[in-house]
């Protein structure tokens, strides 16, 4: 779940951001067989800025830079800046991919 879904208020707006974020925890677990976050709160600190991304699972598994930039892209911890699903579609190394 992104992280500003569990701040959510009832007045609160679920935008296209949280789904970007939602297809990167996909891309992670597809690649890596593991969630990125092991639990809520190592999500939050991510959130607030206390911690980096856990890119460590994808190093571990030989994922390119390119393509772990792509997932962070994806769970950028502020939502506005997390792209569109058409600027994730044009994205590099999804593009590579679709030509394997």
């Known amino acids: 779940m992104a992280p500003e879904v569990d701040n959510c208020s009832p007045s609160c707006e679920y935008t296209n951001a949280v789904d970007i974020w939602s297809l990167g925890c996909v891309v992670h677990k597809i690649l890596t067989g593991l969630t990125p976050f092991a639990n809520p709160r190592e999500r939050m600190r991510y959130y607030y ?33 997390r792209p569109s699903a058409g600027e994730s ?3 590099a190394w999804l593009n590579t991919v679709d030509k394997i």
């Open 49 to 81: 800025g206390m911690d980096e991304f856990p890119a460590q699972n994808l190093d571990n598994r030989g994922i390119s830079i390119s393509g772990v930039g792509f997932i962070k892209c994806l769970m950028k911890a502020d939502p506005p800046t």
């Open 89 to 91: 579609r044009m994205d």
